[in-house]
C-alpha cells in the first residue's frame, strides 16, 4: 500500500517506520530536517514538500501537535483536501479537539473523502515498539480500511462512533490519567512525610482499592521503578506541556458542552504551575515534585 505520513515528530517516526518493516511503501515529510533525515535512513521516502508526499497516496496519515496545525495542513485552497487524491483514506492521528475533528472530517466528505480521526494511547515507547492504542472515529467501513496499516503500528484498535468520537476518548482518557497522577503523587508524598518507604507503600496501595496505572507501571517517585522517567531524570515520556495540551482539549471541550469537570480544571491549573516552574520539557510524572509555595 501507497502510504504518506505527515508529521516525523517523537510519535510519527517510529509509526512511520513500522509501516515500513511492515513492507509499505511510504513517503514522509516534517518541517524538521533532522527527521526527514532519520526517516530516509530507515529507508522511507523523504518527500519534500506535502504535495510531494501525497501525489500518489492510497492513505494519507497525519500526527500533529495541536489542533491550528490540523485546520492549517488540510483546510484551504493548498490544503491536504485541495492536493490528495480524492479516492485517498485520510487518517488524523493527532491528538486534537473533538469540534475541529468533526469540522475537518466534514469538510472532507464534503469533497469526496473517506476520513478517520485515531488518536493514539501509548506513548513513544508503545509507537517503537508498535504496540498503541487506537481510539477510532468515523464511519466503520473506513476503519475496516485502515486497519492493516492501524494493526501494524498498535495492538488494540477501537471504534468510538462517528468522526470526533476518537479525540473524545482521548481527551476523557488523558483528563483521567492527569488526575490520576497528581492523587498518586500526592498520597505517595504523604507516605514519605510520615517516613514511608514509598517502595513499600507502592506495593500495597497497588494490590488495593488505590490500584491504578500510575502505580503499576508509571510510578512517579524516583528509584521505586526501573525504566520509567522518574527513574531517568523524568527524561523521554510525555511531557508537561502536552499533558497540560491535552488537559486543556478537555477543559476547552467541557465548557462547550457546559459539562462540569472541577477536578480536570484543578489539575490543569496545577499542571500549568508546573509548567511555568521551568518543567513544561520534562515528564509530566515530575508532578511528583510540584512546588506550591
Known amino acids: 500500500m501507497k502510504v504518506a505520513f505527515l508529521g516525523l515528530g517523537n510519535m510519527g517516526l517510529p509509526m512511520a517506520v513500522n509501516l515500513l518493516k511492515a513492507g509499505h511503501q511510504v513517503a514522509g515529510f516534517d518541517l524538521v530536517q533532522s527527521q526527514l533525515d532519520a526517516f530516509h535512513a530507515a529507508g522511507g521516502t523523504a518527500a519534500k514538500s506535502v ?18 496545525h490540523v485546520e492549517g495542513l488540510y483546510l484551504g485552497d493548498s490544503g491536504l483536501l485541495a492536493l490528495a487524491k480524492p479516492s485517498a483514506l485520510l487518517v488524523d492521528c493527532s491528538t ?22 485515531a488518536p493514539v494511547s501509548g506513548g513513544t515507547a508503545g509507537a517503537q515498539a508498535g504496540t498503541l492504542t487506537f481510539m477510532v472515529g468515523g464511519e466503520a467501513s473506513h476503519l475496516e480500511k485502515a486497519k492493516p ?21 482521548k481527551v476523557c482518557n488523558n483528563m483521567l490519567l ?35 496505572w500510575v502505580l503499576e507501571l508509571y510510578n512517579p517517585c524516583p528509584g ?53 516552574a521551568g518543567n513544561g520539557q520534562l515528564d509530566f510524572s515530575s508532578v511528583f515534585h510540584l512546588k506550591m509555595d
Do not use: C, W
Not at 504535495?51 to 501537535?65: H, R
Not at 457546559?258 to 480544571?265: T, W
Open 51 to 68: 504535495g510531494n508526499a501525497i501525489a500518489d497516496a492510497e492513505v494519507i496519515i497525519t500526527m500533529l501537535p495541536a489542533s491550528r
Open 149 to 169: 496499516l492501524l494493526e501494524r503500528m498498535g495492538k488494540n484498535i477501537f471504534h468510538a462512533g462517528p468522526s470526533g468520537s476518537g479525540q473524545t476518548v
Open 224 to 276: 521505586v521503578m526501573e525504566n520509567v522517567p522518574s527513574s531517568k531524570a523524568y527524561a523521554g515520556g510525555f511531557g508537561v506541556d502536552l499533558m497540560l495540551k491535552d488537559m486543556g482539549l478537555a477543559i476547552e471541550n467541557a465548557d462547550d458542552l457546559n459539562a462540569k469537570v472541577p477536578l480536570g480544571e484543578l489539575s490543569r491549573q496545577l499542571y500549568e504551575m508546573h509548567s511555568q
Open 96 to 117: 486534537i479537539s473533538p469540534k475541529v475533528a468533526q469540522q475537518v472530517a466534514a469538510i472532507a466528505k464534503e469533497k469526496g473523502f473517506a476520513m478517520i480521526d
Open 178 to 212: 492527569g488526575i490520576q497522577m497528581l492523587g498518586t503523587s500526592e498520597a505517595l508524598r504523604l507516605g514519605i512525610a510520615n517516613g514511608m518507604d514509598p517502595k513499600i507503600l507502592s506495593d500495597i496501595m497497588s494490590k488495593s482499592s488505590g490500584r491504578n
